[in-house]
């Protein structure tokens, strides 16, 4: 029998689930393998009945927390999808903000004192609040990466994420290092798997599907300092896509 | 450089002659041409379109050429898994032209034929590079960070088809080899070379070396000698800690050749193929093994590796040193902390003279014949679980030929769309059937463990250098097995007792977690009862609910229980790394001699044909030289215990 997928999401802009709808002719392969029971972008029927839910987005309120706890509970294999669900994303970069300051910046006078959709606490990834089993990190995710899990977890298989650098892919499309282009990257320090896009075209890693379980982060700062990287400049986009609140 | 021979043969051809040559090249349709062109404001090896393209005023290109012989990605098989055994190998036998290989690139090339095409022919590497003819170029400009005037590398005599030397208005064409002459004299009207273009070339090349701002203070004949008295020099940690373990280093060098490999299954469930993909010694899990064991882990060990690989290991096993000068490394390590002259230097004005022998032993390799990347049908014929985690295979080759292994020799299982594990053969040699004990630690094994009897895996190999029957016979044999270590001791003991008469004293020990990871039961009773066997068991601890009398204690309890003398036995130990180093401590306090201690060691071996690098203990590779050692002969290797 297929395995049954379900697709949620929750704080995100679903780019990560467009990417899916995305697959175009291969969608077609990827309903032989498995059952889609629910995946709002792409059909108008759900149910509660799934093996592995993929899950879209940052957690931000008591109420999302308990939805997820359900969706953990009702799913043999929980899957964060996008760099929102496996790091927070940029939805955490609020965190640098009270929840109290945020409100009032966004809502101003607005009453919304009371009303549980506004009842938010600090952003936070999926495994802050369930077990996570595997992670398709990503702003957005690869979809070669998302069709390799897939296939992987149909034969049997663990699917494993890159545990090199995006150094690593960058070379391999023989690019010109875009520090030697007068830009700075965080590819030494962040997770591969996204064959190195930013950088084959020019622009430097933001760092989006997160960072290697042991990033060499002294040594990064070091390069980065040599280029001229300003302490500002190089904290923001440590954090841009993973912040914490120690910082790096 | 009086000495190059192809002085004597050399072509001119005006720059228009030239173009025309290159784009009539192009346009024939027998080889596609790959030259130097722009990209970005550097340069790299790409498809040429015309002749315009090309840029014989080049420095260094970002990748080596190497990528044209060994792709960054590459399939080399291809099968469906939908069908129970339906594999085959995808060979690129594409016909090329390489455009401006420089001197240094060149002799890469030529370090690369003697790793992929030695005593094991690579059949993929062989395909591409016998489709490939090489045009050479002489180095008109030098890169700032080159330095390969030092290396003796700024210039060739041999190895290249053609050699152009781009005079501006005229190009030099030096032939070199029948191909590269007929190449010529096919698609250009070139003239016999003027005594002054002659005298061009020559002033040309003789100018090189002053080009270079850059130098190593010492031959590289002196470089393994120099590394091996500096291996534990402070410049090792002091750069290690600014390394970001990219992997940049290796990726980028001309003679960094270890590869990965990995099975992709499209989603249709049916049609994957194997791939092939660079890797590198700097990055964190190239010697992971399934176990979950990362055996050179740290930055340090990892970045000294590099440089012992291309300034030790591989002058001793080829007489090369791996470095061509190119500066490749030292130009896009992002820290600047990979470049070989600079720590060559750096150690030659203080080095430590503190010696550590890295020697590689010289082992008899038996080249193997086939194809060596494509597994051999094979049938389980028999399963029968162990354990929890460890299930007894037999299988037979469907070709119907014996697998003809040593003991101590292990084979690649594989399973399409999984991949490959290396598993140590557990029976004796002779029969159609081999036995295998899996343990279900990683996506292969435990994809095994669903299959049944009939079901079809592939094997590759054997593999590996497994125990001397001849060297052991007549001697008393003390064998010392932990856990899982047993399987492939299994089969040295049964080979010994089936030869019993060969032998004198036969003691065997065993040791495992607890009574439920024991192994080989009906082995272990028939040991038992035999009256020419001493069998001493033990397990380290016996959990409530299991059952058990006997001895409770690690191995090494069992070590004073062995009445032996130690000058006259042989002791062979095979069991997980953290055993190793207690059982020979003990056999060592009790005056065995490190000559009569042998062990096997398990790494990450993936190709098993000393290719890929993963398995390699310093200058030794586990799947070539091992996984069987005498101890006396890895005891010094700082990576071996």
């Given at each position: 029998m297929k395995p049954k997928v379900a697709f949620f999401d929750f704080a995100s802009c679903e780019g990560c689930q467009l990417q899916v709808a995305n697959l175009e002719e291969k969608i077609l392969d990827l309903i032989e393998v498995v059952?889609?029971?629910?995946f709002r972008e792409v059909m108008k029927e759900h149910s509660d009945d799934y093996d592995i839910a993929i899950v879209e987005g940052s957690i931000q309120r008591p109420m999302d927390e308990e939805r997820l706890k359900g969706i953990r509970k009702n799913a043999k294999v929980l899957i964060a999808l996008g760099a929102c669900a496996c790091?927070?994303?940029?939805?955490?970069?609020?965190?640098?903000?009270?929840v109290e300051n945020v409100k009032e910046e966004v809502y101003?006078?607005?009453?919304?004192?009371?009303n549980p959709l506004f009842d938010v606490h600090e952003a936070k990834a999926l495994d802050e609040v369930v077990k996570v089993d595997l992670y398709i990190p990503?702003?957005?995710?690869?979809r070669d990466e998302f069709t390799r899990f897939v296939s992987q977890l149909a034969m049997g298989r663990t699917p494993r994420l890159p545990s090199y650098p995006v150094c690593v892919e960058c070379k391999k499309n023989e690019n010109q290092c875009v520090f030697e282009l007068g830009q700075f990257c965080l590819g030494p320090v962040t997770r591969a798997g996204c064959n190195a896009i930013c950088p084959t075209h020019g622009e430097g890693c933001d760092g989006c599907r997160g960072y290697?379980?042991?990033?060499?982060m002294d040594a990064q700062k070091d390069v980065m300092r040599k280029y001229g990287v300003t302490l500002d400049e190089m904290m923001k986009r440590m954090t841009m896509y993973n912040y914490r609140k120690e910082g790096y | 450089m009086d000495g190059i021979k192809g002085l004597l043969k050399m072509k001119t051809l005006t720059r228009d002659k030239w173009q025309e040559f290159v784009n009539e090249l192009i346009a024939g349709d027998e080889r596609e041409v790959v030259g130097v062109k722009a990209k970005g404001n550097r340069f790299h090896f790409g498809p040429l379109e015309?002749?315009?393209?090309?840029?014989?005023?080049?420095?260094?290109?970002?990748?080596?050429?190497k990528k044209e012989l060994l792709p960054q990605h590459e399939e080399l098989l291809s099968f469906d898994i939908s069908r129970s055994f339906e594999v085959r190998a995808v060979k690129d036998d594409n016909r090329k032209i390489l455009i401006g290989v420089h001197p240094y690139d060149l002799r890469a090339i030529n370090m690369m034929d003697q790793i992929?095409?030695?005593?094991?022919?690579d059949e993929h590497y062989r395909t591409r590079r016998e489709n490939t003819l090489i045009i050479a170029s002489d180095i008109l400009n030098v890169p700032e960070?080159?330095?390969c005037a030092s290396m003796g590398?700024?210039?060739?005599?041999?190895?290249?088809?053609l050699l152009v030397t781009d005079l501006g208005d005229r190009v030099v064409i030096t032939e070199g080899t029948d191909e590269g002459r007929g190449l010529l004299k096919d698609h250009a009207d070139a003239e016999e070379a003027t005594a002054e273009d002659v005298e061009a070339v020559r002033r040309l090349r003789e100018g090189l070396?002053?080009?270079?701002?850059r130098e190593v203070l010492v031959d590289q004949k002196e470089w393994p000698s120099l590394l091996e008295d500096n291996y534990d020099h402070p410049v090792w940690g002091e750069q290690a800690r600014k390394c970001?373990?990219?992997?940049t280093c290796t990726l980028v060098?001309?003679?960094?050749v270890c590869y990965d490999v990995d099975d992709e299954v499209e989603l249709d469930m049916k049609s994957g193929s194997r791939k092939r993909t660079w890797d590198g010694c700097?990055?964190?899990?190239?010697?992971?093994?399934a176990g979950g064991?990362?055996?050179?882990?740290?930055p340090l060990e990892r970045y000294r590796h590099r440089y012992y690989r291309k300034g030790v290991y591989l002058p001793k096993r080829f007489?090369?040193?791996?470095?061509?000068?190119?500066?490749r490394c030292a130009a896009q390590c992002l820290p600047d902390i990979a470049d070989p002259s600079e720590i060559i230097n750096s150690i030659h004005s203080?080095?430590?003279?503190?010696r550590k022998e890295l020697p590689v032993p010289k082992v008899e390799i038996k080249g193997i014949?086939?194809?060596?990347?494509v597994p051999k049908s094979a049938t389980i014929v028999a399963k029968k679980r162990m354990t929890d985690i460890e299930v007894l295979y037999q299988i037979e080759l469907d070709s119907g030929e014996e697998l003809d292994h040593k003991p101590g020799q292990f084979v690649e299982v594989s399973i399409f769309g999984v991949g490959e594990a290396p598993i140590s053969i557990s029976s004796s040699p002779g029969g159609r059937r081999f036995e295998l004990l899996v343990r279900n630690v990683g996506d292969v094994t435990s994809k095994m463990e669903e299959l049944c009897v009939g079901d079809k895996i592939g094997i590759r190999g054997p593999f590996g250098n497994g125990f001397d029957m001849e060297e052991l016979s007549g001697s008393n044999m003390l064998f010392i097995g932990g856990g899982c270590g047993l399987a492939p001791l299994r089969s040295l003991i049964l080979t010994t007792l089936e030869n019993?008469?060969?032998?004198?004293d036969v003691t065997i020990l065993y040791g495992c977690?607890?009574?439920?990871?024991?192994?080989f039961d009906d082995d272990l009773s028939d040991w038992k009862e035999r009256k020419d066997v001493e069998f001493l068991q033990t397990v380290d601890t016996c959990p409530e609910g299991q059952c058990w009398e006997g001895n409770t204690g690690v191995?090494?309890?069992l070590i004073p229980k062995v009445d032996l003398d130690p000058r006259d036995v042989i002791a062979v130990i095979v069991g997980p790394p953290v055993m190793y180093r207690f059982v020979i401590n003990d056999l060592k306090k009790r005056?065995?001699?490190?000559?009569?201690i042998i062990v096997s060691l398990e790494r990450?071996?993936?190709?098993?044909?000393?290719?890929?690098?993963?398995?390699?203990?310093n200058g030794v590779y586990v799947c070539l030289e091992g996984p069987?050692?005498?101890?006396s002969d890895v005891k010094d290797l700082p990576e071996a215990f």
């Open positions: 059952d889609v029971v629910s790091t927070g994303g940029l939805n955490k970069l609020r965190n640098k903000w009270t101003g006078d607005s009453d919304i004192e009371g990503g702003c957005p995710i690869n290697l379980d042991d990033p060499r | 015309d002749a315009s393209e090309l840029r014989l005023d080049y420095d260094v290109t970002i990748l080596p050429p992929y095409l030695g005593e094991h022919i960070r080159a330095f590398t700024h210039l060739v005599d041999e190895g290249f088809d070396p002053s080009k270079y701002s970001l373990t990219c992997g060098c001309p003679t960094c700097l990055l964190k899990e190239f010697t992971l093994v064991e990362i055996f050179r882990e740290s007489g090369f040193v791996a470095c061509v000068g190119c500066g203080f080095s430590m003279e503190r014949k086939e194809d060596l990347l019993r008469s060969d032998f004198r977690k607890d009574p439920e990871a024991i192994l191995i090494t309890t005056g065995v001699p490190d000559e009569n990450r071996m993936k190709c098993g044909v000393g290719k890929c690098g993963h398995c390699q203990i069987v050692f005498r101890y």
